[in-house]
């Protein structure tokens, strides 16, 4: 399965196999599904160990942009969760923001492609949420929790396909 389409309030669950390395966006069908990378949105980061574990891990990443919050809790019991739910993009300053391809202004990544700081979009992230809720660099924080079960719940909030 590469892609499943949910509306705003609907929810699944979603089967993936073990070993599993990937990431969960928010977009439309005509814009993300044409065979192009778009990267300019915040990621939910899954990994499932192979080793037969059965532990999952998950974190939510704003590298690559922010287009909105995302939540994650285990559901093994444990309590652990990060993400955010804030709406970070009210408010954002003008020199912060870019546009995705669908012509939405979401907050530019926080790294180049070559992995220089920008930095008036991630201080920006970093004074509204710490470096505790998502990886806004990769040089601050770990907020990765983890899952005994391989089970998580993730919750999108209003943000900008």
């Not at 969960?24 to 990994?47: A, K, M």
């Not at 008036?120 to 990769?138: C, E, F, M, P, T």
Request: with cysteine.
């Amino acid at each position: 399965m590469k892609y499943v389409t949910l509306s705003a309030g609907q929810s699944a669950f979603i089967s993936l196999p073990d070993g599993f390395q990937g990431r969960i966006v928010r977009g439309t069908t005509d814009v993300n599904l044409d065979g192009q990378p778009h990267t300019l949105g915040t990621w939910l980061e899954i990994g499932f160990d192979s080793n037969g574990s059965g532990k999952g891990y998950a974190d939510v990443s704003l590298i690559r942009g922010c287009d909105g919050a995302v939540s994650v809790s285990a559901l093994d019991g444990t309590g652990a969760a990060t993400g955010f739910s804030q709406n970070v993009l009210s408010g954002a300053p003008a020199d912060a923001l870019d546009a995705k391809d669908s012509g939405a202004k979401v907050i530019k990544a926080t790294e180049g492609l070559l992995s220089a700081i920008v930095n008036v979009s991630r201080d920006y992230l970093a004074n509204l949420l710490g470096y505790d809720k998502a990886y806004i660099d990769d040089y601050h924080g770990n907020p990765v929790i983890s899952s005994s079960n391989q089970r998580f719940s993730a919750t999108f909030y209003a943000g900008k396909p």
